[in-house]
């Protein structure tokens, strides 16, 4: 039912947030704390002004009738936001003319001159949707701040009386046809753009205007995840939870693949064999673009999960392409090949470090004894989270150690030294499973799940996290590094005995080492996966370089290019801080690694 005005107003109270229907049509969504309000009029075939109305922190709608008693509604509000925050800007959004190329402000130009160019240089940033024509914007100081033929909102002297700034914007309506459909894909990148230019402008605003504690623009976005995309997000990453891709593109043979190749002194390499896929992929990709993600009004979280979905969809042609070519073309436009810089690292690890054939006298401990370290690390994450509940298994159709949905899987045949048990714990447990709970207790299921390309991201911790707890060795390095020259190699056309023997005889690795990467790059046709190991710590050593923040990595598992939007996401208080901390962060040394590594350690240097 609509709210009684005088009800809604009386009731506002500072921290809150109002979210409610009005009578004849309207709509209010108002965040307390934010002294700015985004007016949309309804408008017939118009529903993608709309939507861009939409994207604000607080944001009316106004019917189609009875247009005083909104008058009087907007004015009360600003009377009582004004008394509390000093002013109060309104801004109301409403399309252009057809054919129109240029964004109208009408405000007070000679009062807000900084707001005012902001949101114009922002405006005339954004793409025209048609080749070689820009778009244009421009200030217009009149006190008509409507559109043009529409009725005045307000007395400009009667709104500043009440401590209220009314501005106007006339967008171009190049996001839709005259009939008022929407250009999807433009549509996006318009609002998204859109929606950025105002929150910098509100805030400019707001900064100096009024007693607002509002610190960031990025705070001036959507303060509630909508039920529908909570909706959206469970049902990606229930459909992502039927399928476990790593595991259905690792062959079942792989004991029978080693001991025929060794035997055949390196010449012959058998078929690889693949479980049974549990799954349709084609008929998962219909449920997948059957998700209303187009109408998600959130432009971050609206990129997130459009982004998830064209992964999943690359995941799935892959599921079906397995043993093919088509497989390896697949895994070039997921991976996207072997960066220069990264295979520059990868060579001088391989020619500046040698294998260390005497790691094998060290002294080995099996999976039992690492389920004891595991069971010790489990504990220290339930001191900062008592609910924290993970599984270890031990099996027998493993062939390497991994986290799957936060559980640690151990062949049982498996031994390691001790500093590579070190290494293994912050990595598979520090990291992996770290993230997948913290990550498990944000709203979103899929910063658990892993959001796109969060893979190199969340590798690359977890080999820095190895340098940091002390467990780091020349041999790790030198297999991370095998594998990018193996992926080079695969990228160029070599076959499994070409790659072999680069990394045998070139390279000097053992040949159970050689095999490992080999075999690895080989699955499924070709799988460039191994690559992001090594690509991942360089571009978290740049990242961090510049000043990016380790901890907010570990808020769950999201890509460095997301870390914007997760930030952004923090600020407006949809998403939590990670609950656990890894164990490195309190060693003694922890802050002499760390510089060193934003300083730009040579990677061969790092143990």
Same mark, same amino acid.
């Given at each position: ?44 075939? @118009? ?20 247009? =005083? ?99 106007? &914007? ?20 318009? *609002? ?20 607002? $504690? ?31 891709? &790593? ?22 390499? $058998? ?22 993600? $187009?109408?998600?009004? $959130? ?107 936060? =559980?640690?899987?151990?062949?049982? @045949? ?49 080999? %820095? ?23 080079? =190699? ?22 159970? *080492? ?35 923040? &380790? ?17 952004? %996401? ?32 040579? &990677?061969?240097?790092?143990?």
């Amino acid at each position: 039912m609509p709210s009684e005005p005088t009800a809604l107003l009386e009731n506002l109270k500072p921290g809150e947030r109002t979210m409610s229907e009005l009578p004849h049509g309207g709509f209010l969504v108002l965040e307390h704390d934010v002294p700015a309000l985004l007016i949309y009029r309804k408008k017939p075939n @118009d529903k993608a002004t709309l939507r861009l109305a939409r994207t604000g922190a607080s944001y009316i709608i106004i019917g189609d009738s009875h247009f =005083d008693y909104f008058r009087n509604f907007i004015k009360e509000l600003t009377t009582k936001m004004a008394d509390r925050f000093g002013s109060f800007v309104l801004l109301e959004l409403y399309k252009g003319e057809p054919g129109a190329l240029d964004f109208i402000i009408k405000g007070p130009s000679h009062k807000m001159p900084a707001s005012l160019e902001t949101l114009s240089e922002a405006l005339s940033a954004i793409d025209s949707r048609r080749y070689n024509v820009k778009l244009g914007a421009s200030i217009s100081s009149t006190k008509a701040r409507q559109k043009s033929g529409d009725e005045p909102l307000f007395d400009i002297d009667e709104l500043k009386a009440a401590g209220g700034t009314l501005l106007g &914007l006339e967008l171009p309506p190049v996001y839709c046809t005259a009939k008022g459909k929407i250009y999807p894909l433009y549509f996006k990148m318009f *609002r998204d753009k859109l929606a950025k230019a105002i929150q910098k402008t509100i805030y400019e605003f707001i900064r100096v205007q009024t007693t607002s $504690d509002i610190h960031s623009y990025h705070t001036l976005g959507r303060r509630r995840i909508h039920d529908e995309v909570l909706k959206i997000d469970r049902q990606i990453t229930e459909i992502q939870s039927r399928y476990d891709f &790593l595991w259905l593109v690792a062959p079942v043979n792989i004991q029978a693949l080693r001991q025929g190749f060794f035997e055949s002194n390196f010449e012959k390499i $058998d078929a690889y064999h693949y479980r049974l896929l549990p799954v349709d992929p084609d008929l998962l990709k219909r449920e997948l673009y059957n998700l209303r993600i $187009d109408e998600i009004d $959130d432009p971050s979280l609206s990129y997130l999960y459009s982004e998830k979905r064209e992964e999943l969809d690359k995941e799935l042609t892959m599921l079906k392409e397995r043993g093919s070519k088509n497989f390896f073309y697949s895994s070039v436009r997921l991976y996207r090949g072997v960066p220069k810089t990264v295979l520059a690292e990868a060579k001088l690890i391989l020619e500046s470090i040698p294998e260390d054939h005497g790691e094998k006298d060290e002294k080995t401990i099996n999976a039992a004894d690492f389920r004891e370290m595991a069971e010790a690390e489990f504990e220290f994450f339930r001191e900062q989270a008592p609910h924290f509940e993970a599984q270890i298994h031990i099996r027998d159709d493993v062939n390497i150690i991994m986290v799957s949905n936060g =559980d640690l899987y151990l062949p049982e @045949d498996y031994t390691m030294t001790q500093l590579e048990a070190q290494a293994l714990i912050q990595h598979e447990i520090g990291t992996h499973a770290l993230t997948y709970f913290n990550g498990r207790q944000q709203p979103l299921s899929q910063l658990s799940a892993g959001f796109a390309d969060y893979d190199a991201t969340q590798e690359g911790i977890a080999v %820095l996290s190895e340098y940091l707890g002390g467990g780091l060795t020349g041999n790790r390095l030198r297999i991370l590094a095998g594998r990018v020259v193996a992926g080079e =190699d695969l990228m160029n056309g070599a076959d499994f005995k070409s790659v072999f023997h680069h990394l045998y005889t070139d390279y000097g690795f053992g040949k159970e *080492r050689a095999f490992n990467i080999t075999s690895r790059m080989f699955q499924g046709g070709g799988f460039l996966k191994d690559i992001i190991y090594l690509k991942g710590l360089v571009e978290l050593r740049e990242f961090l370089g510049k000043g990016g923040d &380790l901890k907010s990595l570990l808020a769950g598992k999201f890509a460095l290019k997301h870390t914007d939007i997760i930030n952004d %996401l923090t600020q407006r208080k949809l998403l939590n801080s990670p609950k656990i901390i890894p164990r490195y962060f309190d060693q003694t040394d922890f802050t002499t690694k760390i510089e060193a590594f934003k300083k730009g350690i040579t &990677l061969s240097k790092m143990i």
